[in-house]
C-alpha cells in the first residue's frame, strides 16, 4: 500500500495506483469495449458522490458508470472506486432451440389469412400439397404463394401464362392451379417469354390455369431445433441516442404465441427476428442496462 501522507492535501479525489482494466467481452471478440476501475483517496469531510454518466476528462468515450461508497483508510483520508466505461457494442452468441412448431393445419389458416390475395377463394388454398410437373412427387413441405389471379391460352405443345404484372421468375419454382389442380413448375419445366408470360413445357391446360403461386418457404410442424442468436443490447440513458430514461428502450415483441410465430414465418423467410426477451437489467449493477433478446434463423422454421 503506498505510504499515506497524513499532512498532504486530500480534500479533492486523488487517484492512487494504476487503473485496473477489464476487457469483458473478449471471449466473444470484442476487443472494443473496456472498462477500467479507478481507486481514489480523499477526506470524508469532503467527499460527494459523484454524478454518473459524465464522460472521462481524457478518454472522452468513456463514462462513469459506477462509483462505490467511500471506506475508512487512515485518520481522515478514505478510499473509494470509481468504474468508467465505453457503452458495450451490441453482443451476439450464437446457439440453438427447441421449438415446436404449429400444425399444418394452422399454417394453413395463417396462410389464408395472410398471404393469399386476389383469388376470391383463398380458403380452398391449402399450401401444402406440391405435385411435380408431371405427377406427385411425394413432398408435403413446401409453401406457394401469394397467389394472384392469372389468364392462361393454349400456344402450339404448351401453355402460356400471363400473369397480370410483372412476375418476376427467372429459375424459381411456382405453383399453377388449374381446374382446380395444382401443379408445380421447377425451373426447366417452363421458359419465360417476357416480363408478364411463361410458357408451361409440353402442357395444354387452355384458359383453365387461373392462379399462381410462387414458390415461399419449406415448413413442417411438430419439434424442431433450430438456431438462435442472442442479442445484447446496451444503453447508457442521457448518452444513448433517443434514450433519456430507461422507460425509452423499447422491448420487442416477442413470437411465443402461434399466431404472431406463423406470421412471421410468413412473412419472412430468412434472417434473424426476435423470439424472446428478458428482462431489463442493469449491466454490472451499474448505470449502463442491458437488453437481452434471443432472436431465431427464419430460414429454420
Not at 469483458?24 to 481507486?39: C, H, L, M, S, W
Not at 453482443?91 to 395463417?110: D, R
Amino acid at each position: 500500500m503506498p505510504e499515506i501522507l497524513i499532512d498532504g492535501d486530500y480534500s479533492q479525489a486523488v487517484a492512487i495506483g494504476a487503473p485496473r482494466w477489464f476487457y469483458p467481452f473478449r471471449k466473444n471478440g470484442d476487443i472494443v469495449t473496456a472498462y477500467f476501475e479507478q481507486d481514489y483517496w480523499q477526506t470524508l469531510a469532503t467527499f460527494t458522490p459523484q454524478t454518473l454518466i459524465i464522460p472521462h476528462s481524457a478518454l472522452h468515450d468513456f463514462y462513469l458508470i459506477k462509483e462505490s461508497d467511500p471506506e475508512p483508510l487512515m485518520a481522515e483520508v478514505w478510499k473509494f472506486t470509481r468504474t468508467w466505461s465505453r457503452i458495450p457494442v451490441t453482443q451476439n452468441v450464437y446457439s440453438t432451440i427447441s421449438i415446436n412448431k404449429p400444425a399444418l393445419s394452422e399454417f394453413a389458416t395463417a396462410f389464408n389469412a395472410n398471404n393469399v390475395t386476389g383469388s376470391g377463394t383463398s380458403a380452398t388454398l391449402t399450401p401444402f400439397y406440391e405435385y411435380a410437373s408431371h405427377g406427385w412427387d411425394g413432398y408435403n413441405n413446401r409453401v406457394f404463394g401469394p397467389f394472384i389471379t392469372t389468364t392462361s391460352a393454349d400456344s402450339g405443345a404448351n401453355t402460356r401464362v400471363t400473369w397480370p404484372s410483372a412476375h418476376g421468375i427467372t429459375t424459381q419454382r411456382f405453383e399453377i392451379i388449374a381446374s382446380g389442380q395444382r401443379y408445380v413448375f421447377n425451373s426447366g419445366d417452363y421458359t419465360v417469354v417476357d416480363t408478364t408470360n411463361i410458357d408451361l413445357l409440353g402442357w395444354q391446360f387452355d384458359v383453365n390455369a387461373t392462379q399462381a403461386g410462387k414458390y415461399l418457404r419449406d415448413y413442417s410442424s411438430g419439434p424442431d431445433r433450430i438456431m438462435t442468436k442472442q442479442v445484447s443490447t446496451f444503453y447508457l440513458p442521457g448518452v444513448t441516442s433517443g434514450i433519456t430514461t430507461p422507460a425509452d428502450i423499447t422491448i420487442p415483441a416477442p413470437l411465443l404465441n402461434d399466431t404472431a410465430l406463423l406470421a412471421a414465418a410468413l412473412a419472412n423467410t430468412s434472417g434473424f427476428l426476435n423470439y424472446d426477451t428478458d428482462s431489463l437489467e442493469q449491466w454490472m449493477e451499474s448505470s449502463i442496462y442491458r437488453l437481452n433478446a434471443v432472436q431465431i434463423n427464419m430460414a429454420d422454421l
